[in-house]
């Protein structure tokens, strides 16, 4: 998810692709060791879907340090919106969180 709209007044935060419910369902769907990519240029945006995303214990953030989230990855696509928020100024962050392996699987190996 690429630049999503922060929606950044708080009576829209409803609309906000990213919340609790949203994350619950992408981990649902991500395969073990899937992994969800966000990019966003918006600080407000960047707590809210971090305080969202380390909310869902299926999901691990893939960070060791400062330097992995605030470059793009050689494998994440360059957007118009990433120039655009270079351009006015703004310094876009880009998070990889990979799921988790299921509890159910792990149990039927015997680990």
Known sequence: MLFADPW??????????????????????????GELRIATDDPGYRRW???CLLGEPRLEWQVTGPRDWRQRPADWPPTRYEEKAIAAGRRPVFLRFRRQPSTDKLASRGD
Do not use: C, E, Q, S
């Open 49 to 51: 879907i971090l305080a």
């Open 8 to 33: 950044p007044k708080k009576r829209h935060w409803k609309r906000r692709i990213i919340n609790a419910a949203t994350v619950a369902r992408f981990a649902d769907l991500l395969a073990d060791g």
